[in-house]
Structures are given as structure tokens and as C-alpha cells.
């Protein structure tokens, strides 16, 4: 309305100016006076060609606003059905396909029908936070796709901080803005809440150098966060239930009942991870295989029920002795593995002869003091999986060679 008067004001003005121009040439040409021009009371003087010109430009406005006529100055943007793409958003997010590939597939539309820089959608846990889609933008911005508030990162952006913001705070909504490539960037930040239990999974981000598309669609983007906040959240339960399942089923092959310790195969899974960590952050992993000395000596003179005893006994004995991060896990029948996380080869020496000390002042059940021989390695850059448990093995077969009980072998990577 206000831009309406605006329009009307300046035509005024104009229409005004050329009417005393053109009384004014009158003057110098006729000889006539200003007042006699103005008031149209002279021989020469047209009023109804001035008053047409009036009639024409405020016409013209009138008509322009009353049709829709777009201006030069102005944006024309054409209407948007919202229950056409409130739709088309549903089918897509809940197809049969993966809820990931869904969600990546959901929030590219949203970018392209919002005209968004980008969209970001970060999921919550307890101490850290993923970011669940990727694009150009996200790569330019983030390091690494899992953010943890509580650690210092000199190497933020701007970007970074303003998520880790909203994370602590668990911002409902904000609106922030940064500047790139000298243009503002709006930040729309949405919460995303399971709405039965008020769990908080995560946040929306929207990143937009246009905010007023964004500001007109609002009604648009609540519900696609309903939308999206049901379908994460079945997601999370079927995984779930899937994980609670394969838990179930594995728990025979990944954890020794009677024994009360890891199986090899749950010991293999827990390599594997710590592998993938060393490779993405740089970890120390160290590794000890232990084994005990004169086994078969031992499970001949006892019946099974007494080796089954002592070996409940041994294995309580080292996980009394480790720390809650380290993984104690059967290697084969009379050998055992510790897998040390976050240390090196030196730390490993050190438990080594730890146990050895406690091995000498324990006497087992019905078979006495016992000795063992430690194989240790520790993960080099260079290294497999493969690499890695042979060069362990193979430090164990040299200790267990040795005439002195409780041998201790180091065997590291040769570049």
C-alpha cells in the first residue's frame, strides 16, 4: 500500500513540473505572464492536452496495479501450491526405499522448490552430532560429518559454530546470518521433535541468501518437519528393534556364556572398528595375545570341569585388571587377546608385565601358579587388518618359544 501512495506521489510531482515547463517556454515565447500560463487563461494555451497528460499517467498506474502488471523494479513470483508440494514431499520422504536415501531425496526438492543454498540436517546424541545429508556446501564448511560440541576446534566455520550454538542452547527455532562472498546468508535453524515423547532427534538447517521465500513458505516447512520428524523416528526404532534382534541372535557366537568372556568373533568386530577409527583420527591400537603356558599339560592331568573352573578363574583375574575400554576376548582354545585402544606398544609392555606380577602371586583353583607368554604389537598407518593379527601371532610363537616363563615378545610394522 505504502509503495501504491509512493507511485502516486511521484506521478504528481512530475505531472506538476511539466506543467510550470511548460507554462514557463509559454512565457518566453509569447510574452504572456506565468500566472495567465498556469491558469490556463491565456489565447495559446491547450488545457485539454495538459489535462489529457494528467489523466494518462495516473491511468496508467490505476490500471497497472489493478491488472497485476509487474513492474521493472519489482519480482514477480508465481503462486505456489502448497498441497501439490507438501505431496509431492510426503511420497518421496515415505516411499519404500531406505529412510536415508528418502530424507537426501525430500530435502534436495526442499532446496529446489524453497531456491535454498543448502539444506542440513543435523541428528542429535548425547554428546555429539551427525550430519545426515551431504552436499557441496557441507563439504566447503565442515571438516568431518560428526561434531562434537564439547571438544575445541580451532578450524570451525562460521557455519560450524552457529550449529554447535543451536545444539547446546536446543534452540527451537533461530535465525542467524553470516557473510559470504560479501552477500548476507540466512540461516533457518528448526527444531525436529518426536512429538509423543518431546525427544529431541535433531535439527533443520535451511541456508538461504533469499530469506523472504523461506519467511513465505513457513506453513510449507512445519509440516514437511512433521513429516520428517515421523519418518526419522520410525526409522530409529526399527533400527532399534533390528539391532535388539541381531543382538539376540549373536549372542551365542559373540560372548561365551559359560566362560563369562568375548568370543574371537565379537573380538574380530571390535578390531574392525577400532581399525576404521585409527584410519579416520589417528588412534593409537595396541594388541596382546596371551597364552597359556603348559596348557596341554595341564588339561591332561585335570578333568574338563576343573580347566573350566581355572579358566573362569584366569580370565576374571585380567578383566578385574583392565579398564572398561579395553576388549578381553578368547583367541583360540589356550590363547586370549587384549585389545588395547588409545595406547601404544609401550603401554602394552606395561600390562604385560603387570600380569605377570599378578600371575605370580595367584595361586588357581586345584592347579597352582601359572606363567604365560605375551605376543604384543601395536596398528601402524601402513597396516591391514591381515597385517596386523600376524604380526601379533607371530610375536606370540617367538615368546612362547623361549625357555624363561613368561616370555614377553614386542614384534612392530617394518616400513
Same mark, same amino acid.
Given at each position: ?98 529412510? %536415508?536415501?528418502? #530424507?537426501?531425496? &525430500?530435502? +534436495? =526438492?526442499? *532446496? ?8 542440513? !540436517?543435523? /541428528? ?58 560479501? %552477500?548476507?546468508? #540466512?540461516?533457518? &535453524?528448526? +527444531? =525436529?521433535? *518426536? ?8 535439527? !533443520?538447517? /535451511? ?58 568373533? %565379537? ?6 572398528? +577400532? ?11 595396541? !594388541?596382546? /595375545? ?126
Amino acid at each position: 500500500m505504502r509503495r501504491d501512495l509512493n507511485l502516486y506521489v511521484v506521478a504528481l510531482i512530475g505531472a506538476l513540473a511539466y506543467w510550470i515547463l511548460d507554462a514557463f517556454s509559454n512565457v518566453v515565447l509569447y510574452g504572456s505572464t506565468l500566472g495567465d500560463e498556469l491558469l490556463l487563461r491565456s489565447n495559446h494555451s491547450v488545457a485539454w492536452i495538459k489535462i489529457a497528460i494528467f489523466a494518462l499517467i495516473f491511468a496508467a498506474i490505476f490500471f497497472s496495479k489493478r491488472f497485476s502488471f509487474p513492474l521493472q523494479d519489482e519480482k514477480y513470483t508465481e503462486p505456489v501450491d502448497e498441497i501439490a508440494q507438501l505431496q509431492q514431499l510426503s511420497d518421496v520422504l515415505l516411499s519404500s526405499l531406505s529412510t %536415508k536415501l528418502n #530424507t537426501v531425496k &525430500a530435502l +534436495e =526438492i526442499l *532446496e529446489k522448490n524453497l531456491s535454498l543454498e543448502a539444506t542440513l !540436517l543435523f /541428528l542429535y546424541d548425547k554428546e555429539s552430532m551427525t550430519l545426515y545429508n551431504e552436499n557441496t556446501f557441507i563439504k566447503v564448511h565442515f571438516r568431518t560429518k560428526e561434531i562434537h560440541p564439547l571438544h575445541t576446534n580451532p578450524y570451525q566455520s562460521e557455519i560450524e559454530k552457529i550449529a554447535i550454538q543451536i545444539y547446546t542452547k536446543k534452540s527451537a527455532f533461530s535465525k542467524e546470518h553470516v557473510t559470504i562472498d560479501k %552477500k548476507t546468508l #540466512t540461516l533457518f &535453524a528448526f +527444531e =525436529i521433535k *518426536e512429538e509423543r515423547h518431546e525427544k529431541i532427534l535433531g535439527n !533443520l538447517m /535451511l541456508a538461504s541468501f533469499a530469506p523472504e521465500i523461506v519467511e513465505a513458505h513457513m506453513s510449507i516447512i512445519r509440516r514437511f518437519l512433521q513429516m520428517l520428524s515421523f519418518a526419522l523416528s520410525l526409522s530409529a526404532k526399527k533400527e532399534l528393534l533390528q539391532s535388539m534382534n541381531t543382538s539376540y541372535a549373536g549372542e551365542t557366537t559373540q560372548y561365551d556364556k559359560t566362560l563369562d568372556v568375548f568370543t574371537y568373533l %565379537k573380538l574380530q568386530d571390535e578390531v574392525q572398528q +577400532e581399525f576404521k577409527r585409527h584410519k579416520r583420527y589417528h588412534t593409537n591400537l595396541t !594388541l596382546v /595375545l596371551i597364552e597359556i603356558n603348559a596348557f596341554k599339560n595341564i588339561s591332561n592331568i585335570f578333568p574338563a570341569a576343573v580347566i573350566t573352573g581355572f579358566k573362569r578363574e584366569f580370565i576374571q583375574l585380567v578383566k578385574k585388571n583392565t579398564r572398561d575400554i579395553d576388549v578381553f576376548a578368547k583367541w583360540t582354545d589356550d590363547r586370549f587377546a587384549l585389545l588395547l585402544p588409545e595406547v601404544d606398544f609401550r603401554a602394552g609392555l606395561g600390562v604385560a608385565k603387570k600380569f605377570q606380577a599378578l600371575l605370580a602371586q595367584t595361586k588357581f583353583s586345584h592347579i597352582g601358579t601359572i606363567s604365560c607368554s605375551f605376543g604384543i604389537t601395536s596398528l601402524a598407518p601402513k597396516d591391514t587388518l591381515s597385517t596386523f593379527k600376524l604380526r601379533a601371532e607371530s610375536a606370540l610363537s617367538v615368546a612362547s618359544t623361549r625357555e624363561a616363563s613368561g616370555a614377553i615378545e614386542i614384534k612392530l610394522f617394518a616400513s
